[in-house]
Nanobody, 123 residues
Framework: QVQLVESGGGLVQPGGSLRLSCAASGSDFRLNNMDWHRQAPGNERELVARITNDGNTNYADSVKGRFTISKDKVKNTLYLQMKNLEPEDTAVYYC?????????????????WGQGTLVTVSS
């Protein structure tokens, strides 16, 4: 079982920066690919960024060049560094992770989701 807890959200002015963190905890698990998604009111949840088990990254066109996804494998923590924030970035941000357990014979076929953290970009 894996629990994901996001932190770092809050109110920031347009053009500002914010760093989100997602801490994974539990036992008998191995993390694999990890993602950041976001959902604004009235919108569908969208994939913002992904980092693979090997460290390769992918970004949505809307955040490319402004957001950076990274991870600390020792701390089991995922990060999203957000720069040049725009009002359109306002949303609840969720982290997710593919993971494996001994029950899955260490196949990364399970997924965990955090509860989300709210980012509001406004002057």
């Amino acid at each position: 079982q894996v629990q994901l807890v996001e932190s770092g959200g809050g109110l920031v002015q347009p053009g500002g920066s914010l760093r989100l963190s997602c801490a994974a905890s539990g036992s008998d698990f191995r993390l694999n690919n990890m993602d950041w998604h976001r959902q604004a009111p009235g919108n569908e949840r969208e994939l913002v960024a992904r980092i693979t088990n090997d460290g390769n990254t992918n970004y949505a066109d809307s955040v490319k060049g402004r957001f950076t996804i990274s991870k600390d494998k020792v701390k089991n923590t995922l990060y999203l560094q957000m720069k040049n924030l725009e009002p359109e970035d306002t949303a609840v941000y969720y982290c997710s992770a593919d993971f494996a357990t001994s029950a899955t014979k260490w196949r990364p076929i399970l997924r965990a989701w955090g509860q989300g953290t709210l980012v509001t970009v406004s002057s």
